[in-house]
Nanobody, 116 residues
Framework: QVQLVESGGGLVQAGGSLRLSCAASKSILIINTMGWYRQAPGKQRELVAA???????NYTDSVKGRFTISRDNAKNTVYLQMNSLKPEDTAVYYCNAALSVLSQYWGQGTQVTVSS
């Protein structure tokens, strides 16, 4: 099993920045893909950004150019740098670790609130 602990959420004004961190209990080098998802009230959970073991990244269209996902293998940590935040970015953000399609783990979530 892999345990994930998120941190870095909070309240920020529109246009501001936050950096989320996701610390894994095991080496992230064994994890194929790590990602950040978010879920706003009344909406389905959606993928925000993901990074593979080789370092390839992908982003949902609404955050391209504003968010950056990165990983520090030595610290077993994945980050999500969020800039130019908008009120529509308000959601609970979850870290995900996918060892395979059938073996996935989730963090407890961290709240991000962007005020207008």
């Amino acid at each position: 099993q892999v345990q994930l602990v998120e941190s870095g959420g909070g309240l920020v004004q529109a246009g501001g920045s936050l950096r989320l961190s996701c610390a894994a209990s095991k080496s992230i080098l064994i994890i194929n893909t790590m990602g950040w998802y978010r879920q706003a009230p009344g909406k389905q959970r959606e993928l925000v950004a993901a990074i593979t073991r080789s370092g390839s990244t992908n982003y949902t269209d609404s955050v391209k150019g504003r968010f950056t996902i990165s990983r520090d293998n030595a610290k077993n940590t994945v980050y999500l740098q969020m800039n130019s935040l908008k009120p529509e970015d308000t959601a609970v953000y979850y870290c995900n670790a996918a060892l395979s399609v059938l073996s996935q783990y989730w963090g407890q979530g961290t709240q991000v609130t962007v005020s207008s």
